[in-house]
């Protein structure tokens, strides 16, 4: 995660970090990817099911019943040990989360448990009457996925109207109080929304967007030839940085992230040397404190059925089952090869990763992509866009 406006708008400064002693459990939520412990933060996965047909679901997701899902009480023996572990942040995710009933419940758990807990849905489900529950309970952040205008969005979500849908539970969440923003999967479709996404920040007043780079998993495995170019995604990432900054000179300061592609880091630091070699600086910093890609260590996935992850996207290899072993357990045993290694992934990634000189602040990127397409997990990611001469070979 990188946060765009927090680094090349200048919000976030080095201080402000080590302020708090970039303790996960003491950092505000804007500054707690700086943290130095590394708690992860997990997402949980609470149900298979969901009420659309996105094209690049990485979960399957399929509107029907699913007799493995994990429940109320055994979620709830989850969130005590992830609270106990020093999970900062659980973020809710499906599937579709809302479509469980006890989603309020399990949140309001999670955050009387001490954690802050947030949602990532397709928004076509908030009511009202349902945003003014999730508010109640407390909910730190609600993430609506949009992947384009309605058009585009609707043929990706595989179902019409689901555009206008989600536009009200954006709208819902506005009034009842709750904290919310977007999330948006950039490919060949849809690149070209870039500017409307932006348009719709301003016009609905949405103070968070997330632009995630495509990761080949799922059913998004089946739109690799549709991912962008290494100068395609060039001329996104740096099309993102000008309309933020674009916000930021009308006095509009939303906060934008890019995700899933760490290469974002060094290519937004070399962008800054050219402009501002100052701010440079701190950038520099802040993009060392970040640390990269933390799959497997800073970050973790527990599905509906109880496995355990490395991210959301690696559910071809399990370390455990919170069913059976606490997920803190499974998170610190490093018996297992791949989990041990991806604990200190910078010694063993190859090729192009392993000479970079940006390896301190990117990790090696994205594991599972390089898996996806070479067959090999310590593999070069091949969505690195960076040239040879930027990464110092």
């Not at 479709?189 to 495509?214: A, G, Q, S, T, W």
């Not at 990127?365 to 090999?376: L, M």
Request: hydrophobic letters at 35%.
């Amino acid at each position: 995660m990188i946060g765009i406006s927090k680094l090349y708008c200048n919000t976030v400064e080095p201080s402000d970090a080590i302020r708090y002693g970039r303790d996960s459990k003491k950092l505000p939520s804007h500054l707690l990817q700086f943290s130095k412990d590394k708690k992860p933060v997990v997402v949980w996965n609470i149900t298979k099911r969901c009420n659309l047909k996105c094209v690049h679901c990485y979960a399957h997701a399929k509107d029907e019943e699913f007799k493995n899902e994990m429940t109320t009480e055994q979620g709830k023996k989850l969130l005590d040990n992830l609270a106990d572990f020093g999970v900062p942040v659980v973020l809710f995710s499906g599937g579709e989360p809302l479509v469980r009933k006890d989603l309020p419940d399990l949140a309001e758990h999670a955050i009387k448990k001490g954690m802050r807990a947030v949602i990532s849905t397709n928004g076509t489900l908030i009511t009202k009457d349902k945003a003014k529950i999730l508010k109640d309970i407390g909910l730190s952040y609600v993430g609506i996925s949009l992947d384009g205008m309605q058009k585009i969005n609707d043929k990706f979500r595989g179902v019409p109207g689901a555009f206008d849908l989600a536009l009200k539970g954006i709208n819902n969440c506005k009034e009842a109080g709750i904290k919310v923003g977007l999330r948006f999967t950039i490919n060949k479709y849809n690149v070209n929304e870039i500017d409307n996404i932006f348009d719709l920040l301003e016009k609905m007043n949405i103070p968070r967007v997330c632009f995630y780079h495509l990761v080949y998993a799922g059913r998004g495995s089946e739109l690799v030839k549709e991912d962008l170019s290494h100068d395609e995604t060039r001329s996104a990432v740096n099309l993102i940085m000008d309309r933020t900054r674009e916000l930021f000179e009308k006095n509009m300061q939303k906060e934008v992230l890019t995700v899933d592609n760490h290469a974002d880091g060094p290519f937004l630091y070399l962008r800054m040397l050219k402009e501002d070699p100052e701010r440079a600086k701190d950038v520099l910093t802040l993009l060392k404190m970040n640390e990269g890609n933390s799959s497997g260590h800073g970050f973790g996935c527990v599905s509906w059925d109880g496995e355990v992850y490395a991210d959301q996207f690696w559910r071809h290899n399990s370390f455990g089952n919170v069913l059976t072993s606490p997920f803190s357990k499974i998170w610190t045993d490093t018996s297992n090869p791949l989990m041990k290694k991806l604990k200190e992934k910078k010694k063993h990634v190859k090729g192009r990763c392993s000479k970079c000189k940006w390896l301190d602040i990117c990790a090696g990127n994205f594991r599972v992509r390089a898996e996806a397409i070479s067959g090999d997990v310590w593999a070069t990611d091949p969505a690195c866009y960076l040239t040879d001469e930027e990464i110092g070979l």
